[in-house]
């Protein structure tokens, strides 16, 4: 659907001149980065969540998990809201979901209502992220998408990285519940923006049928598989309650896949991804997001936990790599107008295999202008990654399919980011015990190293007043925390070669994608 056949945005053209086009991708970017900004904030602020509810990591992290779970589940609603009511009036009710969302967060008495806050603040951010896509492919000419897709892009990829400093400023200036009030400025003014520049419902488009019991299927797989995912460290990983959710979880997950094949409207089309293309771009957005995410999720936490950064300096630390992010995605959104996209996702991949594989050589010791380049060369990477995955998805789906598209592109996009969170959290749980019990293997405080350190701590104790056997005690106290702190540096380092290994096997689909290209020149 483009401006020539919606009478909705034909409207809004005669009104506002060739300049709508960028007033109503501004308008959505606004709503959209405040969003997606919202879903990176909540990283600095896991170890107070953990505080303030004595709570683990493993449950607070579902303070950001939840989020971008509720997104994938409210993505494949955009195209029939569209349909139903117009992107002014599904842009303007996701943002009123999204605020009610925050001070429920921010007001919360328990852990389980803040996590409730949270799905509703990604219940709305998952409505507006590809509207504001769809759009902007409806208003830019076709030869000019790849670099809508670009600035659309940019907007999304580049509010996760200045979530965690906006999170920071907050912790540290005032308590980490104001995390969740700040964007609230920002999204009153994309309101205000969206019902003078967003287009009503087009008259010419008929309102489908939604197909409920496939969104039921399809959330139940996702909340299942989500839990199973999250709390496989804390429930067992042979235990009945967890062999439930994921069986639960798979049985959903094909059924709703088999239902979707025969429905007239369905929330995800399977019959789109006959296209190699489009699937292998869509593959290609899975990793994406699952990398973009973890690492936003990782890389602050790591400078907390790890170095002891203070929140906004753990936020701080992805400010340069923002900017990278600025400064080369509108270039790569124009280089997705002239060359194959298959050659700068390829090297897009590569980069980011090369930047995660020296992100996992990080310690204590490591500077901080290290961790920003480090962090500057991942989002380099995604800067070539991001339009022209975009444009190859999407130049796949037939004119008809367009808002099928988008929705499925950025439901895969966000499922990454999802899955990418959680799989992160619980790497970091599960490999940080792992080698505890590892190095504690090796300890002998009998003789050796171990029993040298264990003296020298007892004579400091002793010296200071502490008498025996408290001084002993005392002396083993901190050679766990001294292990406990080295296992974590491990878990850190395999949750980026983990990062790296999904990278270097995204890169199968890019080749695919230009095979497929060769085939359809």
Not at 23 to 41: I, P, Q
Not at 75 to 81: F, I, K, Y
Not at 501 to 515: C, N
Request: hydrophobic share 55%.
């Amino acid at each position: 659907m483009t401006q020539t056949d919606n009478p909705a945005i034909a409207i809004q053209f005669a009104r506002y001149g060739p300049a709508y086009k960028w007033l109503v991708t501004a308008c959505g970017m606004l709503g959209s980065m405040t969003m997606v900004l919202s879903s990176t904030t909540v990283n600095v602020a896991v170890p107070s969540i953990m505080g303030a509810y004595g709570v683990g990591q493993d449950l607070a992290q579902w303070a950001s998990t939840a989020f971008l779970t509720a997104v994938v589940a409210s993505q494949v609603l955009n195209s029939w809201t569209v349909a139903a009511v117009g992107p002014r009036n599904t842009f303007m009710a996701a943002l009123v979901i999204f605020t009610i969302g925050a001070f429920m967060a921010a007001f919360s008495p328990a852990i389980e209502i803040l996590i409730l806050g949270r799905i509703l603040q990604g219940f709305g951010a998952g409505l507006i992220q590809p509207l504001v896509l769809s759009t902007a492919i409806a208003v830019f000419p076709p030869d000019r998408r790849g670099l809508a897709v670009g600035t659309v892009g940019m907007g999304i990829a580049l509010a996760p990285t200045f979530g965690p400093l906006v999170g920071g400023l907050a912790i540290d200036h005032l308590t980490w519940r104001h995390v969740f009030i700040v964007p609230l400025p920002l999204v009153g003014l994309a309101a205000m923006m969206a019902l003078a520049l967003m287009p009503s419902r087009n008259p010419l488009q008929k309102i489908p049928d939604f197909n409920w019991s496939g969104y039921v299927l399809l959330a139940i797989a996702l909340g299942c598989l989500m839990a199973a995912i999250g709390n496989g460290q804390r429930w067992g990983w042979n235990s009945v309650q967890l062999l439930l959710f994921a069986l639960t979880g798979s049985a959903a997950a094909v059924t709703f896949v088999m239902t979707q094949l025969r429905v007239d409207n369905p929330l995800l089309d399977p019959k789109l991804f006959l296209d190699a293309r489009f699937a292998s771009a869509v593959a290609i957005a899975f990793a994406f997001g699952l990398g973009n995410f973890s690492t936003n999720y990782a890389i602050p936490l790591f400078t907390q936990t790890v170095q002891g950064y203070t929140a906004t300096k753990a936020g701080l630390v992805l400010v340069p790599a923002g900017l990278v992010l600025v400064a080369m995605m509108q270039l790569s959104g124009r280089l997705a107008d002239r060359v194959p996209p298959h050659l700068p996702i390829i090297a897009g991949c590569a980069g980011f295999v090369v930047a995660a594989v020296a992100l996992a050589g990080m310690d204590v010791n490591t500077a901080f202008i290290t961790v920003a380049l480090l962090a500057m060369c991942t989002r380099g990477a995604m800067s070539l990654i991001s339009p022209n995955m975009g444009k190859a998805a999407l130049s796949a789906v037939p004119p008809d399919k367009l808002a099928q598209g988008a929705g499925a592109f950025n439901f895969f996009r966000q499922m990454g980011g999802a899955f990418g969170v959680n799989i992160t959290a619980v790497t970091l749980e599960m490999r940080t015990a792992y080698h505890a019990d590892t190095i504690t293997w090796t300890q002998n405080n009998l003789k050796g190293p171990t029993a040298e350190m264990l003296e020298k701590v007892e004579a400091l104790l002793q010296a200071g007043g502490i008498p025996a056997p408290t001084d002993g005690a005392l002396a083993l106290d901190y050679l766990g925390r001294v292990v406990h702190a080295q296992a974590n540096i491990f878990a850190f380092h395999d949750s980026f070669y983990q990062i790296a290994a999904i990278f270097a096997v995204a890169l199968v689909p890019a080749s695919i994608l230009g095979r497929s290209r060769s085939r359809n020149s």
